[in-house]
């Protein structure tokens, strides 16, 4: 590969981008959205426009704070919570709320103390609608020639925009801030706020009292009404159809409520004691049947009778003594005789005694029996009574259940009006002020830090804007990245401005900033292709002036001191430079007298104090270098010297609308775009190369040159910031 295969032709008016020789970045990595280098670059290119604009946001920022006006913010707090505390015990429950109905009723407060009818209020209770006091001390100025309803619309309108509410998250403390140039008046609007809003809530309250307790008046009246027209309906209808209520009074044990009519509380008094007449006489039958069977003496009345009992002890008694008595004496023997007597008469009482009894038993059967049957009887003809009775009593007690209801009815709404009552003159209000607003001592506005960082960060955003606007607009290359980026050709390197103003004085010492920035070109030269250096190389510029001539003897005798045999040709025939850098006559013949076939090359060639470096100079100026380079010389000449020198380094005229350029570059194996940074047009730059291109020359890269150093953002051929040590 040769070095016309190293570089890419330009087709058309749209040159190919061409591959990296030496590893810069390429194009693509340049078109990166954020590419920070090019940023920084563009920063520190502009840096005096940026420390302009600077300085100007600064100033801006200090006479914000020196010119705006003082505001005070007083602030008061209050705390609204959604449920009233009970005093009474008797008012409305509010039921639990969920958090968002919570924050939707702590929005809902916020909104009530900023509204219109709220700033309304304030501007009543402190007269602020009445003069233009309220305006000059908030705002400043006060506008003159107002009408009173127009003054009021701007007073309640200026309330409403200084006032600010904030409500934070997780808390019912919301804030009530007011903002005004007088501190006294910024205290005292933002407590009347909340004074006006507390008694607002109360109102409403109260109000809310009023109407339910005037609507329930009203119902209860209503009710009242009916009540007493059910009540008499019920008693006309009871007279007519003879009906008498004993509820009242008949309540059986056990039981809630009694019978309703006299007729049903005797025959419920009467089925319950034909029960228990049932229940006796069963009981009494029984124990006539039992004493009727079993023997007198052994009837369980006759045995626990007293008087017998007695008369059956005395018997005992005398029947011992009469044991005694025939144990000793003869049954006729008087005294066993009385006792005998006695003992018989004792018997005969026992006998009549437990007849008595047994009598008696009977006779409580005969009782019972006749009145179980007296009250079955009575049972009987109160059941047809009631039965009677039964039939009226279904629109009695239709109408006795309408008095009911209208008597609970009644009831409710009274016992509701009487806990309303006492409710709505004990309001406790859930509202309560947490803080009093007092005047504030220091301004909130203008904060001073705040003003300066605000003035600060839009004078960075227009500095920004303002380099990036720049760089749109500029046509110039500034930036050694864009030459692959805007130009498309390969960066073969950058060689930094000399500040001491000798760039070849800097050149020749070794270790300076100017001399390693060559060694990297021609480094890169070297790589360019696989075959290593061209054989022939041609640096060409868009204007004079841009470094050309001063690169093409740095370059070879670069190579020169590589020890390769370089020969050096000032081929501007129109404005020659090169014997002035190597200190050598131009008087005698040159590079347009082999041209012009005058002499050998052999001749002209000088031989220089570097080693391995010869020159050949100009020599006398042409009339019209166009034609004497166009001839057939140019091309015998570079294959002559071909087989005496490695390299042949020429130093062609600026390409502008000259043909000498573009047809030097035709004869040589790679041409070399020298640039010098900040004043090369891109416009006239690519003009320049699609000449080159065009023509047939074989574009190799790009030189930029005189760049400074300081606003650099990358490496371009040496080691910024390196040095070598002392």
Do not use: C
Not at 501 to 525: F, N, V
């Amino acid at each position: 590969m040769n070095a016309q295969q190293a570089v890419q032709t330009v087709q058309g008016d749209q040159p190919i981008q061409q591959a990296d020789p030496h590893g810069v970045n390429t194009p693509e990595h340049d078109a990166d959205i954020l590419d920070f280098e090019a940023l920084k670059h563009a920063f520190l290119l502009n840096r005096r426009l940026v420390a302009l604009i600077l300085v100007l946001g600064l100033a801006l920022g200090i006479a914000s704070i020196v010119m705006m006006p003082r505001i005070y913010t007083a602030r008061a707090s209050v705390q609204i919570d959604q449920q009233t505390r009970k005093v009474l015990a008797t008012e409305d429950n509010d039921p639990a709320a969920s958090a968002a109905d919570a924050d939707r009723f702590l929005q809902t407060q916020v909104d009530v103390l900023g509204s219109r009818s709220m700033a309304k209020r304030v501007s009543d209770v402190l007269g602020l609608a009445a003069s233009d006091n309220f305006m000059q001390r908030t705002t400043g100025h006060a506008p003159g020639n107002l009408a009173v309803g127009e003054r009021e619309d701007l007073v309640i309108d200026t309330l409403q925009k200084s006032l600010q509410v904030d409500l934070p998250h997780n808390s019912r403390v919301v804030g009530v801030m007011f903002k005004s140039r007088d501190p006294v008046l910024a205290a005292q609007i933002a407590n009347t706020f909340v004074a006006e809003f507390i008694k607002g809530n109360i109102q409403r309250k109260f109000s809310a009292s009023s109407y339910s307790l005037d609507f329930l008046n009203t119902q209860l009246g209503m009710a009242k009404s009916r009540l007493e027209d059910s009540e008499r309906t019920l008693i006309t209808y009871s007279r007519t159809a003879g009906l008498i209520d004993a509820s009242a009074g008949a309540v059986p044990v056990g039981q809630p409520q009694g019978p309703q009519s006299l007729v049903t509380a005797n025959l419920v008094e009467l089925n319950q004691r034909s029960g228990v007449a049932k229940a006796e006489r069963l009981q009494a039958e029984e124990r006539w049947r039992q004493a009727s069977s079993t023997p007198l003496m052994q009837l369980p009345e006759v045995l626990s009778n007293s008087a017998v009992q007695q008369l059956l002890q005395n018997r005992a008694q005398l029947s011992s003594k009469l044991e005694e008595l025939r144990a000793h004496l003869k049954p006729e023997h008087p005294s066993v005789v009385q006792a005998n007597t006695e003992l018989e008469e004792l018997d005969k009482e026992a006998r009549i005694l437990a007849e008595s009894i047994r009598g008696s038993i009977k006779n409580q059967y005969l009782v019972a029996v006749r009145q179980d049957d007296a009250i079955q009887a009575a049972v009987r003809g109160l059941k047809g009574d009631t039965l009677s009775e039964q039939d009226r009593s279904v629109r009695y007690n239709i109408l006795k259940r309408e008095v009911d209801t209208n008597r609970q009815l009644y009831d409710s709404l009274l016992q509701r009006y009487k806990e309303v009552s006492a409710a709505s003159g004990v309001a406790v209000n859930n509202i309560a002020q947490v803080d009093i607003a007092e005047a504030p001592r220091k301004p909130t506005s203008p904060r001073k830090i705040v003003n300066l960082a605000a003035a600060m960060a839009l004078a960075v955003v227009a500095a920004g804007l303002a380099v990036l606007l720049r760089a749109r607009v500029s046509d110039t290359i500034t930036d050694p990245r864009e030459v692959e980026s805007r130009l498309h050709i390969p960066l073969l390197g950058a060689v930094p401005v000399d500040p001491s103003g000798a760039p070849l004085a800097t050149l020749l010492s070794p270790k300076s900033d100017i001399a390693e920035a060559y060694h990297a070109i021609r480094t890169a030269i070297e790589l360019s292709s696989a075959s290593g250096t061209p054989a022939s190389l041609l640096l060409t510029s868009n204007r004079p002036s841009e470094g050309k001539s001063t690169s093409s003897y740095a370059l070879a005798r670069d190579f020169a001191l590589l020890g390769k045999r370089v020969l050096l040709i000032d081929a501007d025939l129109r404005r020659p430079t090169l014997h002035r850098l190597l200190d050598i006559d131009n008087d005698g013949d040159g590079f347009s007298s082999v041209l012009a076939h005058k002499l050998e090359i052999e001749k002209a060639v000088v031989t220089t104090s570097i080693e391995n470096l010869s020159f050949l100079p100009s020599g006398p100026i042409p009339p019209d270098p166009a034609n004497l380079i166009a001839g057939s010389a140019l091309g015998e000449m570079l294959a002559k010297v071909h087989a005496d020198y490695d390299l042949v380094v020429l130093d062609s005229p600026p390409v502008l609308s000259l043909a000498d350029t573009p047809q030097l570059s035709a004869a040589v194996q790679a041409t070399i775009f020298v640039m010098e940074a900040g004043t090369v047009q891109v416009k006239a730059a690519r003009q320049s190369l699609d000449r080159l291109q065009r023509s047939g020359g074989h574009l190799l890269g790009g030189i930029v040159s005189k760049y400074d150093a300081r606003t650099a953002s990358g490496n371009y051929g040496y080691v910024d910031g390196y040095s070598y040590g002392s």
